[in-house]
């Protein structure tokens, strides 16, 4: 069966939080969007806002260090925040939980998406 057959068929919805990191279905995607990885197209992601029981915003996590990014150690691995990655994914995309971080690192996380989208600049 096709994998996003699959994904819209399944009947479960995790209940995700703010903070979470889990494994999703990122799949296949254009130009410079990035792409799961392995056979299921699988990516780590960070829970950045939850929208309602069936959608949220997530940050995807990259394994090389890009402009901004954030830096996360996961079962001893260490992963990077891709903020220029950011999207909107349905809950049933959510396939593993990984863990939950702490509210500091939370606060971290958003100061930093603050600072690169929500920076008010004055026309000169």
Known sequence: MEIGK????RKNHHVLQRGDVWYAYIGINIGVEIN???DDLVRPVYVYKVVNKDSFICIPLVSQINIESHR?????????????QIRALSTKRCIR????????????????????????????
């Open 72 to 84: 996360l150690c996961i079962d001893g691995r260490t992963g990077y925040l891709s903020y220029m």
């Open 97 to 124: 939980f990984l863990t939950q971080l702490k509210e500091e690192e939370c606060q971290n996380i958003e100061a930093l998406f603050h600072k690169m989208f929500c920076k008010y600049e004055s026309p000169s």
């Open 6 to 9: 699959f994904i819209s068929l």
């Open 36 to 38: 799961g990885k392995g």
